[in-house]
């Protein structure tokens, strides 16, 4: 695709080229986001930062990466839209904004209203979440952070584990996952199984993927990427069983070391519980610096959306 | 009037020269607030965002005009105030506020609060809407847009529609075209007319206006300039009679193109279904260029109180 | 200490040595506090404004500072942590930031949390309120306009007036007064009297002090400082006491004029009445002079963290 001016909207939208791309610049602009050099490429840029749902984390990330490029940041979150909620369409709202700015960073509570904005605004629009929809750049950014940590992303074998069938970032990361040569290990609960429209765009990609419910096991079997995410209780009707899981997918020290040496683990964070501290010592915890990878991957889209590399 | 240092408080403090000072100004800024050049003028300065009142439109606006003219902005909305609020007065804010920035553009609910911070702040305030009161930021961006659209304002027939009685951007835009040659078509039903505090100065001021509940024939008559407004269901005790007006009041393509060919139609926006999205693709529907225009204003006004031109 | 890289947490930090050198520090910034001249010392560094409890003055002050240094402020103010609340540890948050940003100023309703945010983050930290904890900053711009209004401040005789007992404002300042030669006069009711841990540490330092409960009388006997704090009403059972003192430790111009010449008034806002709007007019009313303190002495923390005088 050609990025200049375009929508970052669906993790659908990436060839298997885009992905080398955006990762490519992400890896140039990397001593800018961890601080070694200042860099002026966005001098003169604005960007609105529009979180009709707060996410201080997300919307940071955003913040930050135009900020270390030299742009600037105009934004608005949460209640404060009830003036702009105020019987406005999106479609208005995107003809607005595209007066204001030059790339706008959004996030939504209803899948489709970012769309809605980018169809309307002349000016890139970067989907930040909408609701139970997309979050592209959180699987840009695991799949970077896979890459940069193992150095590769073809021949690995990668564990997801916990709350596969809501867990939107591990669905989005398996379509990015598509496109590469993985062996992928699916670890949850039967009550969570990874939903068979995800399986089957595997299938269909020609990835091998295999289906168990033992955490340990999977650890122990020894894969290169441990992909946690959370269990959460509102899921189970048998409260019982909730509190029996609850406790098998939790990762310690001790557990990690069960599996390969220098196996990366992940988590989209917040974490609450199911990676214990003690895990972070380990040189493969890499739950923070893939938060950090997200500032290095927002800086790469926002200066390719804006033609600037 | 001299701009340096100047309060922005309401539309009466303007002679007719100040206008056409103010959109001369504009009118060379505009290429800052187009995105096609980027300007420096105010570095070094810092702008406070005062919004009591949440309103991002016109939040977002100020801020984009001083974030593209190289200043910066701090922001306070909404809520956050309730601290501020907790005893201290209006008065004590601003001389507040005087410490930290170099001008400050402020919306609050309560009309003359805006006066007050600027009777105690020694730096430039502008009113960005104080409730039932103010806002004539909006009303010189209207003026400048039937300007920029139609080459001038002497010798133009405008109609203005829809709630005249309440609509606080229609009186404040009576004000300043009270300056200028024009002549007035007065569009709306009999609960929501002019009032007479208006009228009356329209006849001080020598403007001829004229007053009809017929949109469709006013429309027809031909005017060179359409500006709409919502009509409020809140304003009706006869609700039966607000639901006749509501469609009667509503303008679609159709209708627009029984009027002059080069009619400028403009809306203050957000609208609620009184223009008809086909409305858009008319080369005379200007209402989102208007509220583009927004920003070429209040950059005049920033760099005029700052001192700046 | 060495402030490279520091965290500024407590009062209790400081030596002698480490005051006088924030505020030459601060002097020497004043000059882009009080906007004579515009700076790019902090250009390239973007600060984290993390205010979970809002604080409009405080947040503004410390934002103020760090843009007019040329650096950059992302901010996220109360009901929006709410998401980041959910669940995730401040270690974890610390632990987050760290990678955003290159400074975090953080306030805080729990005691303890900025602490904590300090110690799992590698970039510096400052304590900007943490509920009934600490307030160090808010004690070093006392200081520092002491110093400022009185020339030095050893050898001065300084009142303390108000609610003893729970001011936190006035508590810090004593603990920063306790290395140098001063003399105190505590100006409060009986049931507001300042806490034995103060005396104690006052006792320890080896300062003087008297207490009184005549607030008249301590203007008129002659201090060089007069630092006045409000007297709340919920903290009196007997609220006609409550009445009855309210209006004793009011402080108007006449009053004050029986004091010293040269007295320094100073009250760390907002004031609800305790000082009267005519004792504005007085040379030594430098409560708003305070407030604009506040800046450079922020500035001053914020290059001595970043390593940049």
Known sequence: MDFKGADILT???????????????ARGLEKYALKQETSELLKGYVMASLFYEPSTRTRFSFETAMNRLGGKVITAVGMEFSSLYKGETLHDTGKMMENYVDVIAMRHPEKGSVDEVARAAEVPVINAGDGPGQHPTQALLDLYTIYVEQGKVDGLKIALSGDLKYGRTVHSLCVLLGHYDVELVFVA???????????????????????????????RDGVDVLYCTRIQKERFTDKSEYERLKSVFVLDKAKA???????????????????????????GAAYFRQARNGIAVRMALLAMVLGKV
């Open 11 to 25: 993790t659908k939208q990436f060839s298997r080229e885009d992905l080398e791309k955006i990762m490519g610049v």
């Open 189 to 219: 609960p039967e009550e969570l199984k990874m939903p068979e429209k995800i399986t089957n765009y595997l299938d269909e990609h020609g990835v091998k993927y295999t289906e168990t419910e033992d955490f340990d096991g999977a650890i």
């Open 257 to 283: 070391m069960t599996g390969k040496s220098d196996m990366t683990i992940m988590h989209p964070l917040p974490r609450v519980g199911e990676i214990a501290e003690d895990v972070d010592e380990l040189a």
